[in-house]
């Protein structure tokens, strides 16, 4: 059978060729089971490394100086053997490092491997470090050198400079950072793990929502005070309504004072009485300085109509409600002086899960017929309704005027 020696120089080159492929492989599985920490698996791997090294250097030996005395005996002796033996060594060696090598690369995949960990840290978003309690950096990732440069111009220095530099939120470049620094123990020594997490489009977010929030406080003053002014406008409004009814109702009472036959002799005592009740109305609705219980209280003395008020007006009432309550109860004042020469008006409350209900009575004289609002008493009834309340009359043994308004919203006809 034909020896190694005999085969020729081109195929010896191969055989060369293959134990050096071997000798890298077993090279590069020592260094990567020493950095996965896998020692004895790496002393394992080293018998494989020496075989492929040693066929190597013999194949070496053998195309330098052939069969003559230079070579070694050893070299000598195994070129001797038929090739085969040799075919079959290099391949139970390329199979050891075969195998050696991907049991080190299938671990590097499947395991948590310190190199696994500094890969996934590197390849985040964020920068991570953490340093010793003395100051010195125990690991920090690609991220957070770049920001320890940018922030302090040189690489990462020892931990008080940077805790120093980067705290709270901070701007570099074109994007913010937000750096927290907490205390953990690893191995029962405290270590400061500092972390940098890119802000930048929450930090825009809540930029936008404080200028949203200044512009919202803005309109909403703004709307306060437009409310205010439409609460002073709608006063107006009703005072001039009063007074626009009363202009209508002097116009009315001198027709009447002109219409007015010489034949009845009490028709100019009860017509000179009707003027002064509405001179005195007129001048109290001009009177805007006064409080409205007051007006109230005036108006009642001058027409002699003695005013009982059981209980003051409920405090869940509004100033818009409260407003109209007191026109109200003057309307009803002026009618009983003028339709029904009343002597004697009660105010009373009562308050039900829906409504506020407030009644005028008074002793007065009974309408013949139905009553319909006209004049002041509907213009009083347009006033209730823009606000969602009601004016109902209803006659018994007294004539009684009743102003339901609506309670936590509620329509008053609901009750």
Not at 163 to 183: I, M, P, Q, Y
Not at 212 to 219: A, I, N, Q, V
Not at 272 to 285: D, G, I, K, R, T
């Amino acid at each position: 059978m034909t020896s190694f020696f005999a085969l020729s120089a081109f195929t010896r080159a191969c055989f060369s060729l293959c134990a050096l492929t071997e000798c890298l492989a077993c090279i590069y599985g020592i260094v990567l089971s020493a950095v996965q920490k896998r020692y004895r698996f790496a002393a394992c791997t080293l018998v494989p490394f020496a075989c492929a090294y040693f066929l190597w250097q013999v194949i070496f030996d053998i195309h330098l100086f052939g069969q003559t005395e230079k070579a070694s005996a050893v070299s000598r002796k195994l070129g001797a053997l038929a090739w085969p033996w040799w075919l079959a060594a290099i391949v139970l060696l390329g199979l050891a490092a075969a195998w050696s090598l991907f049991r080190v690369l299938r671990r590097e995949k499947r395991s948590v491997t310190p190199t696994a960990v500094k890969l996934c840290l590197d390849r985040m978003p964020c920068g991570v470090c953490c340093l010793y309690d003395d100051g010195s950096v125990l690991f920090s990732n690609v991220c957070m050198n770049g920001l320890c440069a940018a922030i302090t111009g040189s690489p990462l220095p020892d931990g008080d400079r940077l805790f120093s530099a980067a705290n709270g939120v901070l701007a570099v470049e074109d994007r913010v950072w937000r750096f927290t620094r907490r205390k953990i123990l690893l191995n029962g020594e405290p270590l400061y793990e500092l972390i940098a997490s890119d802000i930048t489009a929450e930090y825009a977010e809540t930029q936008a929502l404080e200028h949203e929030k200044t512009e919202l406080s803005r309109l909403n003053r703004e709307l306060k005070e437009y409310t205010v002014g439409i609460d002073d406008t709608v006063r107006r409004q009703e005072i001039l309504q009063a007074k626009v009814n009363i202009h209508d109702e002097m116009n009315r009472l001198m027709l009447s004072t002109m219409a007015a036959g010489s034949e009845d002799p009490a028709a100019p005592d009860r017509i000179f009485s009707l003027w002064e009740q509405n001179a005195l109305l007129l001048c109290l609705n001009a009177d805007e300085t006064a409080a409205p219980k007051d007006r109230l209280e005036k108006l009642a003395e001058t027409l002699k109509i003695r005013l009982i008020q059981n209980g003051e007006p409920p405090a869940a009432l509004s100033e818009r409600q409260q407003n109209l309550f007191f026109s109200a109860a003057q309307e009803a004042l002026a009618n009983a002086a003028k339709h029904a020469g009343a002597k004697t008006m009660e105010i009373a409350f009562r308050e039900t899960d829906t409504q506020i209900i407030c009644s005028f009575s008074n002793d007065g004289l009974l309408p013949a017929g139905e009553v319909r609002p006209t004049g002041g008493l509907m213009n009083l009834s347009l006033l209730a309704k823009e606000q969602g309340a009601d004016i109902a009359v209803s006659i018994g043994e007294r004539f009684t005027l009743c102003v339901r308004f609506p309670k936590n919203g509620e329509n008053p006809s609901d009750g």
